[in-house]
């Protein structure tokens, strides 16, 4: 009985030191992956695991996924809704808006329009999905539409040449298309317009065209409003008159240590404001918070 007992001990024994081995190899293993994903940016890490999982960005605002239409003939607005400005990149850098939104020929024109020339860079305005690119012959010409992580989704139309798939993750500033002048235009121009589950926005409410800005943090959707056309609603953190002077749009040749030391910010805090890291790449355009 004593000579059984021992030897099952001896087995028990043998059995931790092997399972203790295999536990430190995995541990060895994994080290180097851990020391790698404390290195990813967390934004970027966020978007590869949405992409993975085949996640839409604003999935519990829309419910909905498709990539055929533009509109929403069945979408439960909300009564209110905060659309965060921030981290933002202008369409283009042209500043010059030749038609606005609102009436236009006996028709709503739902966007507003942008001089840009044929094989202009076309960026897109925030990080999202895209969900649309498709050729409207009697209207957008060829066109895209992208849902972003903030609710909006942006339309670019008359484009000369769309650059993305449908499905496909994007970054604010990143080039998805060149301007044109396909469909209905009588010149090329960029058609841009600014959406809420369907719902067009103007955006001249949300973008400072001119000034290549943004008009505040935060742009507070009303549903029924009729300021959402006419009007600013827009909020900023402090509602202070100061408010544009929070942001500094990216030049060439701009980095992050110049910007920094432009504004008297470190490096360190002028990532953290806006979720970069000392690495990153900055995109002409792009709007930094400071």
């Known amino acids: ?3 059984k007992r021992l030897k099952i001990a001896v087995l028990g024994m043998l059995s931790l030191v092997s399972v203790n081995a295999v ?3 995995l541990l060895a293993k994994q080290a180097p992956i ?4 404390r290195r990813v940016d967390s934004l ?16 519990s605002l829309y419910g909905t996924w498709n990539n055929a239409y533009v509109n929403y003939s069945d979408a439960l607005l909300p009564e209110s809704f905060d659309i965060d400005l921030t981290g933002f990149c202008m369409p283009t850098t042209n500043r010059q808006v030749t038609s606005n939104f609102g009436q236009r020929w006996g028709r709503a024109h739902k966007g507003i329009d942008l001089k840009v020339y044929v094989g202009d860079a076309i960026r897109s305005a925030f990080s999202g999905m895209v969900r649309v690119v498709d050729y409207e012959g009697r209207g957008y010409g060829k066109y895209i539409v992208i849902r972003h ?3 909006l989704e942006t339309v670019y ?9 449908p ?4 970054e604010a500033g990143e080039v998805i298309g060149l301007g044109g002048n396909t469909g209905r235009s009588t010149g090329s121009h960029l058609h841009f317009e600014t959406r809420l589950l369907g719902q067009a926005i103007n955006p001249a409410l949300l973008f400072d065209f001119e000034n290549q800005d943004v008009t505040a943090d935060i742009y507070t959707y009303r549903k029924g409003y009729k300021g959402n056309a006419n009007k600013s609603v827009a909020k900023s953190g402090n509602n202070d008159s100061s408010s544009k002077s929070k942001y500094h749009k990216v030049h060439r040749g701009d980095t992050l240590s110049s910007i920094a030391k432009k504004y008297g910010l470190t490096v ?9 890291k000392k690495t990153s790449k900055l995109q002409i355009g792009q709007v930094i918070k400071i």
């Open 34 to 37: 851990d020391r790698k994903m």
């Open 1 to 3: 009985m004593t000579l």
């Open 157 to 165: 139309g008359h484009l000369s040449k769309q650059l993305v798939k």
């Open 149 to 151: 992580d903030n609710g």
């Open 23 to 25: 536990g430190q190899d």
């Open 268 to 276: 360190s805090q002028l990532c953290s404001r806006n979720g970069l």
């Open 44 to 59: 970027a890490l966020q978007r590869l695991v949405v992409k993975e999982n085949g996640g839409i960005p604003s999935a």
């Open 167 to 170: 499905n496909q993750m994007v």
